[in-house]
T-cell receptor, first 113, second 117 residues
């Protein structure tokens, strides 16, 4: 049972445009959400997080939106840059422990010049 | 930022042998570390939670006698894959929990690619 889902396996965007990556979850006990970026053969790198008490968190070009009623979160990258090309994972925690993360399957973002 | 290292980055071994993977937090102390496994085109699956000075907590379906975890210090956790078989071939990633301010953050190592022949 996949509790965290990223339904788009891939996304292609032109440089300078907005990239929107989506994530859905099923467990209403999740109360903390994170986005990680991963390059091939490397470990994930933390990007941005959001607590369930907020609906938006912004850090530079990255903004995460949380819609608790829809159990949906999204990561917006604007403007997108070729260096943003990577696999993006959303992760959630809060069910069996604050630190235990449940990851989605990832979305491969390709930003073309 | 917080840095986590893993060693080795790649290992190829024969079926039936054991392999040890090290995970180190280089610039912070971590009482808690996590071990994940990632199969191709799948998400990272948590295998176990490693706590310094105590026994690891394994996720359902993960054999504790096959995947031995030792968290001997605040900066080092090891995962030993015992009697490895080809189905154990995977990408193993550790993370170390940094507790700072209001939130905890997991910082991940670069991963270890295990190939069992």
């Amino acid at each position: 049972d996949q509790q965290v889902k990223q339904n788009s396996p891939s996304l292609s965007v032109q440089e300078g445009r907005i990239s929107i990556l989506n994530c859905d979850y099923t467990n209403s006990m999740f109360d903390y959400f994170l986005w990680y970026k991963k390059y091939p053969a490397e470990g994930p790198t933390f990007l941005i997080s959001i607590s369930s008490i907020k609906d938006k968190n912004e850090d530079g070009r990255f903004t995460v939106f949380l819609n608790k009623s829809a159990k949906h979160l999204s990561l917006h990258i604007v403007p997108s840059q070729p260096g943003d090309s990577a696999v993006y994972f959303c992760a959630a925690s809060g069910d069996t422990g604050f630190q235990k993360l449940v990851f989605g399957t990832g979305t491969r973002l390709l930003v073309s010049p | 930022g917080a840095v986590v290292s893993q060693h080795p980055s790649r290992v190829i071994c024969k079926s039936g042998t054991s392999v040890k993977i090290e995970c180190r937090s280089l610039d912070f102390q971590a009482t808690t570390m996590f071990w994940y496994r990632q199969f191709p085109k799948q998400s990272l699956m948590l295998m176990a939670t490693s706590n310094e000075g105590s026994k690891a907590t394994y996720e359902q379906g993960v054999e504790k006698d096959k995947f031995l975890i030792n968290h001997a210090s605040l900066t080092l956790s090891t995962l030993t894959v015992t009697s490895a078989h080809p189905e154990d071939s995977s990408f193993y990633i550790c993370s170390a929990l940094s507790i700072a301010g209001e939130t905890d953050t997991q910082y991940f190592g670069p991963g270890t690619r295990l190939t069992v022949l």
